[in-house]
């Protein structure tokens, strides 16, 4: 949702969590907006930025005392847990400040010293420079250039940090404004509030925004076994909701038995991954595992019996159905990761 009347034209979104990053690209009308397109690294937030600096403390206790921690210990737990806080306190103090002191007390021995602000960007350039590329992908892949916005929307409270702010004043080089007083901690939240009350079917007259039509953020499919010429048999994605398909969505395809991990006679598994077609399949793009069991034996295995739906609705939320077309055995999941990320 776009609540400002003014906004019209293309603006990227920046949103970061933090757990998550993506930028999504919508085009805003007079009356209603479309998300173009969305990218994002679901392995990349805020909380990325906080990890060096909490080696950095564990590596001064080290060096300084020959102290080392370990997180199975009760007490070091506690201490680890310390840790990260002070870290996350630094993090947010070099928003501001262009150093700041960290002190720290750990089995009876302190550790004192300042880490300034360049250090922490040294520490922490590598995730920059990913947010970086997915932001310019996404722009390149949507409008063409940075040039073509007509704004960008940095949103969540891990924008605050100086290294992201200074990233995209880079990025626009000047030509594109930067709205800076949105909201970072609520807007999302704003949006999302005002999305499920329009979903309940309440009045909406008087609410002050342009209904928003979205995309998924990622490619939703299938894992499924398929022979490569001249090598074994690879785990590969079998795409059925593309990226970037406009929400709500709804689309299937057919699987063999064959095809599908862990089939025997009998049963067999459903690996819900993210990924576009023919990408292989590794354990950390697994959505959702389902197994389809009490199945009746198949003259031919590699015959299309097995049926996946994959459903979107307008809320992002995921269903994937499976049905065996021989015994009309049909089981439906919930996919407990939703299509457009939100942190």
């Known amino acids: 949702m776009f609540s400002h009347a003014a906004l019209k034209g293309n603006y990227a979104v920046l949103d970061l969590g933090g757990g998550t990053m993506d930028c999504s690209i919508a085009q805003v009308r007079e009356s209603q907006g479309d998300v173009l397109l969305s990218d994002g690294d679901r392995r990349l937030g805020g909380t990325d930025f906080t990890m060096p600096v909490e080696k950095l403390i564990i590596e001064q206790f080290k060096a300084e005392h020959g102290v080392e921690f370990d997180p199975a210990a009760p007490g070091d737990a506690a201490f680890l847990q310390d840790i990260r806080e002070k870290a996350e306190r630094a993090k947010r103090d070099l928003s501001r400040l262009e150093s700041t002191t960290i002190a720290l007390m750990a089995r009876g021995v302190q550790v004192i010293f300042e880490l300034t602000r360049e250090r922490f960007e040294e520490l ?13 992908s996404a722009i390149e892949q949507s409008v063409g250039d940075v040039g073509r916005l007509s704004g960008i929307v940095p949103v969540g409270g891990a924008t ?6 200074q990233m995209l004043d880079e990025l626009t080089a000047g030509s594109v404004p930067i709205l800076r007083d949105v909201p970072v901690d609520t807007a999302v939240a704003q949006g999302t509030a005002i999305e499920a009350y329009e979903l309940s079917g309440q009045p909406t007259h008087f609410l002050p925004t342009r209904k928003m039509k979205d995309v998924t953020s990622f490619a939703i499919g299938v894992a499924a076994y398929r022979a490569l010429e001249g090598a074994p048999e690879q785990l590969q994605v079998g795409c059925i909701i593309p990226k ?4 709500p969505a709804r689309a299937s395809r057919r699987f063999g038995l064959a095809s599908m991990p862990g089939a025997s006679g009998q049963a067999a598994e459903v690996i819900v ?19 389809m069991d009490g199945l009746e034996p198949s003259a031919d295995p590699t015959e299309s019996r097995i049926e996946v739906q994959i459903a979107v609705d307008a809320s992002g939320i995921a269903t994937a159905e499976a049905t065996d077309l021989e015994s009309g055995r049909r089981i439906t999941q919930r996919i407990e990761r939703k299509a457009i990320e939100q942190e």
């Not at 922490?124 to 310019?136: A, G, H, P, S």
């Not at 605050?160 to 702010?165: G, K, N």
């Not at 990924?275 to 595992?289: A, K, L, N, R, Y």
């Open 244 to 247: 970037g398909t406009p929400i």
């Open 124 to 136: 922490t350039r590598e995730y920059v420079d990913r947010i970086r590329e997915k932001c310019l």
């Open 160 to 165: 605050r940090m100086a290294c992201i702010q």
């Open 273 to 291: 991954s993210e990924g576009e077609e023919g990408q292989p399949h590794s354990d950390d793009m697994t959505i959702q595992v389902f197994p």
